[in-house]
Each structure stands twice: as C-alpha cells, then as structure tokens.
T-cell receptor, first 119, second 113 residues
Framework: AQKVTQAQTEISVVEKEDVTLDCVYE???????LFWYKQPPSGELVFLIR??????QNEISGRYSWNFQKSTSSFNFTITASQVVDSAVYFC????????????????FGKGTLLTVNP | EAQVTQNPRYLITVTGKKLTVTCSQN?????MSWYRQDPGLGLRQIYY???????DKGDVPEGYKVSRKEKRNFPLILESPSPNQTSLYFC????????????FGQGTRLTVV
C-alpha cells in the first residue's frame, strides 16, 4: 500500500528565513509520481510540482526548490527567503503509475504541514 | 479556462436530510474523484470514476454514493447525512494516467447538525 508521511505538522518561521518541508513516501511500484500542492487560507488546492520516479533531477522554480532522493524515499520542498504569502498548508502526494496493475489513479496525500510565515 | 466547479461552496444541513454536491469539469477528463479533508488526516479518497458509468469505492466510501452519467459531471450524494460527515469535500479530475496533475474544485464545506 502507498503511504506518504509529512512528519512536520506545523512550522513557524520569520519572513526571509529559508524553510524545508519534509516528505517521505512508501510504495511498491517501480513507476510512480510525486506531487506537492499548496492550500492557502482561502482553501483551494494549488498544484505546485510533479516529479516522475525515474527523474531524480532537482528542480528550482523561483524561490521554490524540490529535492527528490529515491535512496531515502524523500521528496522535500524548500522555500528560500520565505514571505508571508507562503503561509499555507502544504501537501505532498503520491500517485501510482501505469504498471501498478490497478485502475485507480488515486493521489495518496500526506497529512499536510501548516507553514506560518510571520512578518 | 480549465476548471472544476463544485456547488455549493458551503452547506449546513440536518441529520438525515439527503443532499447532493455537484461537480463539473470542462477539460474532457476521463478520471474524476471525490476526497474529504479532515484536520490531522489530510485528504482521503471517497469514490472515483474512470469514465462514464464506471465508478468504484475509494478509502472511505461509507455513507456516500456517486454517479457518472456524463463525462463532465460527477455528483456526490449523501443519502442520510450524519454529523461524522461534517468535512471539507473536494472534487478532482485528471487525464487518465498517474503521471498527470489533478485539478481540484474550490471545495465544499459541509456541516451536518
């Protein structure tokens, strides 16, 4: 069975600090996909990034960066120079691949990390 | 604009009164699903549908029904709501395949008293 663990329930930082959100996953699939979503106080779910299991390249998008390490089954998310607008709940999620044999392209979510950035 | 539309956004109802939360997507996606979000539990899948007339249970299906008569619509039905179904509900759609991002509706905050 798939599982996603976000051990940090809440993180509080001061603006301009860097912060890393941890995500550890479990799956028996050899092909799988990892995602990060942001849920701001307004409640909607905003897609941030998708990563394939066969692509371990790290990615940077502005102040956001993601570190994918298959050896430790981790897909961590770093915000550099955090801003108040980054305050949100962040979810890491895992999806099975084509070779899973199943037909449910379910996203398995972690429980989320509430990030509060204080001015 | 590509979107998933849920209605209503907020709903307060009484125990036992049947209700339907509608979900519609305009991206011609085959795959649609419903999730509920509860504090400390993250999002859990209720039901999913691979295509028209093809639906199946997710992780927490008890007390819910769904239907998929048209590709764009995937309503969630609570035949006899109970207080433990008070939650934030999200509808999602994605193209077929685990490698695609899911598009989520705005969410429906349901309170059952």
């Amino acid at each position: 069975a798939q599982k996603v663990t976000q051990a940090q329930t809440e993180i509080s930082v001061v603006e301009k600090e860097d912060v890393t959100l941890d995500c550890v996953y479990e799956t028996r699939d050899t092909t799988y996909y990892l995602f990060w979503y942001k849920q701001p106080p307004s409640g909607e779910l905003v897609f941030l990034i998708r990563r394939n299991s066969f692509d371990e390249q790290n990615e940077i998008s502005g102040r956001y960066s993601w570190n994918f390490q298959k050896s430790t089954s981790s897909f961590n998310f770093t915000i550099t120079a955090s801003q108040v607008v980054d305050s949100a709940v962040y979810f890491c999620a895992l999806s099975e691949g084509w070779n899973s044999g199943g037909s449910n392209y379910k996203l398995t979510f972690g429980k989320g990390t509430l990030l509060t950035v204080n001015p | 604009e590509a979107q998933v539309t849920q209605n209503p956004r907020y709903l307060i109802t009484v125990t036992g009164k049947k209700l339907t939360v509608t979900c519609s997507q305009n991206m011609n996606h085959e795959y649609m699903s419903w999730y509920r979000q509860d504090p400390g539990l993250g999002l859990r899948q209720i039901y999913y549908s691979m295509n028209v007339e093809v639906t199946d249970k997710g992780d927490v299906p008890e007390g819910y029904k769904v239907s998929r008569k048209e590709k764009r619509n995937f309503p969630l039905i609570l035949e006899s709501p109970s207080p433990n179904q008070t939650s934030l509900y999200f509808c999602a759609s994605r193209r077929e395949g685990g490698n695609t991002e899911a598009f989520f509706g705005q969410g429906t905050r349901l309170t059952v008293v």
